[in-house]
């Protein structure tokens, strides 16, 4: 089993920043892609961003490009998502994810993932 554990969330401005982080502990693979996903009240869960194991490729939403950042330290089993420019619309509960993948694969959808963290929440007001 992986264990998932967010940090970082809270309840901020618009336009004010924040940055969530995801420590893995537990079972060790070779390899895994981290992402994030986020459920906002009567919503499905959706994808925001994910990161590759072996180059640190990310992808991400369309919603969140160019003002959100995913960036992991696999040394510290570590993934962080650098949140600037924040709209109501962002708020929502922010999921940590895992999919035992390949290097260069990055998860992008929530049937892909392996393990869930418990989540964190994020508040955005206007």
């Known amino acids: 089993q992986v264990q998932l554990v967010e940090s970082g969330g809270g309840l901020v401005q618009a336009g004010a920043s924040l940055r969530l982080s995801c420590a893995a502990s537990?079972?060790?693979?070779?390899?895994?892609?981290m992402a994030w996903f986020r459920q906002a009240p009567g919503k499905e869960r959706e994808f925001v961003a994910g990161i590759s194991w072996g180059d640190g490729s990310a992808k991400y939403a369309d919603s969140v490009k160019s003002r959100f950042t995913i960036s992991r330290d696999n040394a510290k089993n570590t993934v962080h998502l650098q949140m600037n420019s924040l709209k109501p619309e962002d708020t929502a509960v922010y999921y940590c994810?895992?999919?035992?993948?390949?290097?260069?694969?990055?998860?992008?959808?929530?049937?892909?993932?392996?393990?869930w963290g418990q989540g964190t929440q994020v508040t955005v007001s206007s």
């Open positions: 537990g079972r060790t693979f070779s390899s895994y892609s």
């Open positions: 994810a895992v999919k035992i993948a390949p290097f260069y694969i990055v998860v992008v959808a929530a049937g892909q993932v392996d393990y």
